[in-house]
């Protein structure tokens, strides 16, 4: 398997935020990759003992990477303009709308 690093965000592209998600899509879709074969070698058994011991492939493991994540999209919806909506587009989650909107 052959990693690339990303291109750099251009300061003309038209929506850094769905860029932003396209390249944290990538990553955690690395991330479980990486998660459910370490998760597999544990349920077999051939876990190495570091590598058990150090919690990997665990539910507790999986668990702790999701609130990482979710602390994560927090901070960028705070701190990048149209962040959580290009998540929520992304994800195919719809728009929530309040009275008044």
Sequence with gaps: MSLSAPTPTKPNRPDPAAHLV???AAERAHATR???ILSE???HGV????ARQ?????HDAVT???AARQALNDALAAAVPGFRE???SALGI????HAGD
Excluded: H, Y
């Design 22 to 24: 396209a390249l944290l």
């Design 34 to 36: 990486a998660w459910t």
């Design 41 to 43: 070698l544990r349920l």
């Design 47 to 50: 876990l190495p003992d570091w």
């Design 54 to 58: 150090a919690g990997a492939g665990s």
């Design 64 to 66: 702790g990477q999701n």
């Design 86 to 88: 290009a998540l929520q």
């Design 94 to 97: 719809p728009r929530l709308t």
